[in-house]
């Protein structure tokens, strides 16, 4: 068996997450305690309000917190991947089941982040669309066609039939009228704060490069898919350039489950609420085996099923 852990990005999240686990897991419980926000993230995280949590500052760290503590408990059982990927704010996670972050810095940056990219939207009138059954060449036409109204980029590579668009809002309504009469089945404008991994986000990844001259990147301990490549870094990449480019550059979800598919991952444990990206591998590389940990029992029965299949 050759594991991988990917972890959820922001959309997933919920009023209510992680609260079976903390009160489960003592150890899961002092990540809760004691994250480095300014901010209650544990009334946050349990009892919400959901516009609140859903707001960007506030769900990158909650989402975090749950990756650590989650990932953590599965180091506890033994259970270690030989790779690990993230969608977009997960990617942070999945650095730090790498080892390159510690449990604080990764939290405390990716709090950073969330109020850089709210910051970087201030002012925008942006919109983000997903855009089913169209392929990548025709969607481009289309954002191309639409971008005399302004920015409008493909932003995320989701899955075979699932892209996403983004940037200001006339030049994103547009592309998608235009995708429809290229043969689009459904446009969906989904309801984010920002034009996400768009060259709109530059000034968020000014201030992630900034940042993270302040902070210590460990060694890796296994390779993780980084979403601006599709894949592991090449020798003359740094994590902190690839950060930077990520915040403002397109994810390459779909190329990054081909590519660990080609590397000889058949297992996947989605870490994170919800079962979005486990969705996307089956859509991808079906004949990988996928299993997600949104709630404690979900845990258990993890553990259980990868336990059985290495014994």
């Known amino acids: 068996m050759k594991l991988a852990f990917v972890y959820a990005g922001q959309g997933s999240q919920h009023a209510g997450m992680g609260k079976d686990f903390y009160e489960e897991f003592p150890e899961f419980s002092n990540i809760f305690d004691h994250a480095p926000v300014d901010f209650d993230l544990k009334g946050l995280c349990f009892q919400g309000p959901e516009d609140r949590l859903s707001q960007t500052r506030y769900t990158q760290p909650c989402m975090a917190a749950f990756a650590v503590g989650v990932t953590d408990l599965l180091y506890q059982e033994g259970i270690r991947p030989q790779a690990a990927a993230g969608l977009s704010l997960g990617e942070y996670s999945a650095l730090y089941a790498a080892g390159v972050f510690s449990r604080g810095t990764v939290i405390s940056t990716v709090a950073l982040r969330g109020k850089a990219m709210e910051e970087a939207a201030a002012g925008l009138d942006c919109g983000m669309t997903a855009v089913l059954g169209l392929d990548r060449e025709k969607l481009q036409n289309a954002c191309d066609g639409a971008s005399e109204l302004g920015v409008v980029q493909i932003c995320n590579y989701n899955c075979p039939g699932q892209l996403v668009i983004g940037g200001e809002k006339a030049a994103v309504d547009r592309a998608g009228e235009i995708a429809k009469e290229l043969g689009a089945k459904r446009c969906m404008p989904l309801k984010v704060s920002g034009p996400f991994h768009t060259r709109l986000m530059k000034p968020a990844g000014d201030a992630l490069a900034k940042h993270f001259n302040t902070i210590f990147f460990g060694p890796m301990a296994f390779p993780v898919y980084f979403n601006c490549k599709g894949g592991p870094m090449d020798a003359d ?9 990520q915040v403002q550059s397109p994810v390459y979800w779909e190329d ?27 859509k991808t590389a079906p004949e990988i085996k996928t299993y997600h940990i949104d709630t404690a029992a979900d845990f258990h029965s993890v553990v259980s099923a990868l336990k059985g299949e290495t014994a």
Do not use: N, Q, Y
């Open 237 to 245: 990449d740094t994590v902190p350039a690839l950060l930077e480019r």
């Open 256 to 282: 990054t489950i081909r590519r660990m598919a080609a590397d000889g991952v058949d297992t996947v444990v989605e870490i994170g609420p919800g079962k979005a990206l486990s969705g996307f591998f089956k």
